[in-house]
């Protein structure tokens, strides 16, 4: 009899994905971008190969966690072998907005531009993580008092936990090379100050004293995008924050973020989540945040 590979939990208001959890034995769910209105995690046990997410291209290899934003785009491409799980969760299951201070994985597994969505993992570290993963399919199959609530803290171990590691690896990994060029630091400063009101690579080029062709270079070199990208999913990370957790019209969160024109910031929007944003918050969310 073969085991069962899928836990789904569907959300009865809304009657969509809640949380699941599928075991998956090669890369054929995954060749074609995925692109969905919830976050997804996925644990490679076995295999490696390539990993396309938003602009940017990475390699893989086994005991891998890898991280993907709600409406981030991704694809996985295996050159053998591919076993392990993919967890899925919509926010209206659980928010990391919301719970930011209990768990902190946005910035770090989520939404963290600087970095690679992916984390090695030791083979104790991927044994942590799959045994809670279990934790939860057991308790998925549990339809007992406070089911939801502990489904929730065994989710909110996994995040602190895989949190804890990417944090640790990103410090062992600073600490074995050499000082994060100061241009560096220097160019997220900015981009983080300024996104809001700077769109272009030139303001940014022009703020650091460099030529914009340099300043690209550096970019492509030690964060795998090109600025104009970089500075792209820095506003698109805030407007989809603005979307969920706020009830402020698309026109009001356009200009906020220094677009004049409401249409074109929808387009901007969409060319870069291939989704419109009033999309976007009809399927994640319109204030739930604060429900």
């Not at 799959?130 to 998925?140: D, P």
């Not at 792209?232 to 924050?241: D, N, P, S, V």
């Amino acid at each position: 009899m073969k085991a069962q590979t899928a836990f789904t939990l569907i959300n009865p208001q809304t009657k969509a994905l809640g949380f699941k959890i599928f075991a998956f034995e090669d890369d054929s769910y995954f060749n074609e971008q995925k692109n969905h209105n919830y976050y997804s995690m996925v644990l490679v046990t076995e295999g490696k190969g390539r990993l396309t997410a938003d602009f940017s291209q990475y390699e893989f290899k086994e005991n891998s966690l890898m991280s993907f934003s709600i409406y981030q785009p991704f694809s996985i491409k295996a050159e053998d072998e591919f076993k392990g799980l993919l967890i899925n969760f919509h926010p209206d299951f659980f928010c990391i907005h919301k719970h930011q201070k209990e768990v902190a994985c946005n910035g770090v597994l989520f939404n963290n531009i600087y970095e690679s969505p992916q984390v090695q993992l030791t083979a104790s570290e991927m044994g942590m993580l799959t045994g809670l993963v279990e934790q939860l399919k057991a308790e998925m199959q549990n339809a007992a008092v406070a089911q939801y609530e502990l489904m929730i803290a065994y989710l909110k171990i996994f995040l602190i936990n895989a949190s804890r590691i990417k944090i640790d690896t990103q410090l062992l990994k600073a600490s074995g090379m050499e000082k994060e060029p100061f241009i560096l630091k220097t160019l997220k400063d900015a981009i983080e100050e300024h996104y809001k009101s700077k769109h272009s690579p030139s303001d940014y080029a022009d703020l650091l004293n460099i030529s914009a062709k340099a300043l690209n270079r550096i970019s492509k070199t030690h964060f795998n995008k090109t600025l104009s990208n970089l500075i792209a999913e820095r506003i698109i990370i805030e407007a989809k924050r603005e979307l969920y957790l706020s009830a402020k019209p698309v026109k009001m969160i356009a200009y906020e973020l220094g677009f004049n024109d409401e249409f074109y910031f929808s387009r901007f929007f969409k060319n870069n989540a291939d989704v419109s944003p009033q999309i976007y918050r009809d399927t994640v969310g319109f204030a739930r945040a604060d429900a």
